[in-house]
């Protein structure tokens, strides 16, 4: 009984591996998506705060809105600045305030947070990003299922991990799933952040804006001064 439980454990654990290796981006999967451009796509941001929030918002000024629509704009509890930087952004460029939904998520971690009490409210904000990604979308599909964007835009900080993670989720089960572009911050020239480097191999697409970070030949790509 013990050995058929240990021979069911790994062939569980060999299986899930597989699974998840099989829905990471590769060349093959970023070129097939490349051929989706055309007609309109919803997109969602996720804003980050400070420095974060303005490189995003700068991001999202030199799209046009009506490609990118409806938009999505995630960010942390407690972050009232970047939700009024997404409002007056959509007051300038769109004049369909209904195209745009401003979602407030848990933190995965404060300023300052030890480590230590770190994985109950990571846990927690995945739950709510789990919610918000693979549940809740089951229940408001129309006849066109679909994914809760066809885009999900990321550039840091700790939080956007969290909803990559239920974004692979999607993927895992096999659910509709965004495309995810992460930019890498404009402060970051020589080593990547944190995020950076946990995302790196999970998205489908890698930006940075100074080519001395994709020295060591992984993948990226260098665009040059975006913000």
Same mark, same amino acid.
């Given at each position: 009984?013990?050995?058929?439980?240990?021979?069911?454990? /790994?062939?569980?654990?060999?299986?899930?591996?597989?699974?998840?290796?099989?829905?990471?981006? #590769?060349?093959?999967?970023?070129?097939?998506?490349?051929?989706?451009?055309?007609?309109?796509?919803?997109?969602?941001?996720?804003?980050?705060?400070?420095?974060?929030?303005?490189?995003?918002?700068?991001?999202?000024?030199?799209?046009?809105?009506?490609?990118?629509?409806?938009?999505?704009?995630?960010?942390?509890?407690?972050?009232?600045?970047?939700?009024?930087?997404?409002?007056?952004?959509?007051?300038?460029?769109?004049?369909?305030?209904?195209?745009?939904?401003?979602?407030?998520?848990?933190?995965?971690?404060?300023?300052?947070?030890?480590?230590?009490?770190?994985?109950?409210?990571?846990?927690?904000?995945?739950?709510? /990003?789990?919610?918000?990604?693979?549940?809740?979308?089951?229940?408001?599909?129309?006849?066109?299922?679909?994914?809760?964007?066809?885009?999900?835009?990321? #550039?840091?900080?700790?939080? /956007?991990?969290?909803?990559?993670?239920?974004?692979?989720? #999607?993927?895992?089960?096999?659910?509709?799933?965004?495309?995810?572009?992460?930019?890498?911050?404009?402060? +970051?020239?020589?080593?990547?952040?944190?995020?950076?480097?946990?995302?790196?191999?999970?998205?489908?697409?890698?930006?940075?804006?100074?080519?001395?970070?994709?020295?060591?030949?992984?993948?990226?790509?260098? +665009?040059?001064?975006?913000?």
């Amino acid at each position: 009984m013990f050995r058929t439980l240990i021979l069911a454990f /790994c062939l569980f654990t060999v299986l899930t591996l597989w699974r998840f290796y099989s829905i990471l981006p #590769n060349a093959k999967t970023r070129a097939a998506g490349k051929s989706l451009s055309t007609g309109t796509k919803s997109l969602a941001i996720f804003l980050g705060s400070g420095g974060h929030t303005s490189e995003a918002m700068t991001l999202l000024s030199a799209l046009d809105f009506n490609i990118y629509t409806p938009r999505t704009y995630f960010f942390s509890e407690g972050d009232h600045l970047s939700a009024e930087k997404a409002t007056e952004l959509e007051a300038e460029k769109s004049s369909h305030i209904e195209q745009f939904t401003i979602i407030t998520v848990p933190r995965a971690r404060k300023v300052h947070q030890s480590l230590l009490s770190t994985p109950p409210t990571a846990c927690r904000s995945l739950v709510t /990003c789990i919610w918000l990604i693979t549940i809740k979308p089951i229940f408001s599909w129309s006849s066109s299922k679909g994914p809760f964007a066809d885009v999900l835009l990321l #550039n840091g900080p700790g939080t /956007c991990l969290i909803l990559c993670l239920a974004v692979y989720l #999607n993927k895992f089960l096999g659910s509709p799933a965004p495309k995810i572009i992460y930019v890498e911050s404009f402060a +970051r020239v020589k080593t990547l952040s944190l995020s950076g480097k946990l995302l790196r191999s999970l998205v489908d697409r890698f930006i940075v804006q100074w080519p001395d970070i994709l020295a060591d030949g992984r993948k990226g790509e260098c +665009r040059g001064w975006l913000v």
